[in-house]
């Protein structure tokens, strides 16, 4: 398999996990901060065993203690997720998807200017016909006076650029430890917001256990590997077919309809994904069949 082909099914892999969490959170039915400190916590125990299982050294070097950059990147993840919340709460729904959603063009700048990382042309134009197809799955129309919110959001879609561009220069090294650590703060932030963790209780508990339990750090292991294969910016385009998938399986399981704008929009992103997967494998084929040149010295 090639690294191309290896980054993606990572990436691929990571989002349809990712993309059960709308179905669990709906099947939750709790307060977004009640969800946040179940999902924090199942997130950093179920790391904090797998560590200790196949990987002590990473836990001994990475979280005792925790040197400032596990720290760091456990706060830029807590940053991410609280900060997706925080939006929800201060502007339309619509705008906090969508201005999160714009990370992978964030993602690509940042790339850029600190690893000096150049997309091709083909790869650019696939993020903004996926970005495009998020704004017309969400009809999305700015709102006056919802600055706070949209604020909140850039910090999510910026915060995600960081991480995934982190993995990219690291090579997906110490991810685990970095969501331990950010697992802990989400856990600790939610009681500071209120959250009221017992209100959760029979199988509205298992929901969110599973959840923070395996999809949230299976998934973003899957995600936060990619990155060693292929562009941070690829990663993130890949992520934007949660879009997609999440109101699927919604759909499937509860029996929610998708509108129209959810369907055409879908497929935008879905056909974007599509064409600009093959023409990467047609460029890799034909690199291969034709390697350049050997230096002569």
Known sequence: MSPLQRGSALAFAGII??????????LTNSSPWN???????????????????FNRKELKERLLPPPASTLGMGLL????????????DHTQVASTLVIVNTAP?????????????????????AIISAVGGVWL?????????EIEGDLFAIVTAISTAIYLTVMRYTKGKNAASFMVCAGIMIALFSLYKGAMPLEIQGMHLVYVMVLGGFVVPASY??????????????????????ILFGPLFVYLIIGDE????????GGLILFTLILHTFWELRLSRH?????PPKKTP
């Open 221 to 242: 292991l899957c995600i936060s590997k990619s990155p060693k294969y292929i562009p941070a910016a690829q990663t993130g385009l890949i992520l934007l077919l949660e």
């Open 35 to 53: 969800l946040l400190f179940w999902r924090g916590l199942m997130q950093a125990i179920s790391l904090l065993a797998v560590l200790l299982i």
């Open 17 to 26: 996990i990712l993309s059960f969490d709308s179905l669990l959170v709906r």
């Open 287 to 291: 690199t291969k069949a034709n390697p």
């Open 137 to 145: 799955i969400f009809a999305y129309a700015p709102q006056v006076g």
């Open 105 to 125: 063009l964030f993602t690509a700048i940042i790339a850029f200017v600190v690893l000096k990382e150049k997309l091709p042309l083909h790869t650019l134009l």
């Open 258 to 265: 998708p509108s129209t704008n959810d369907i055409v929009g």
């Open 77 to 88: 993840f807590t940053a991410s997720t609280v900060c997706f919340v925080l939006s929800l």
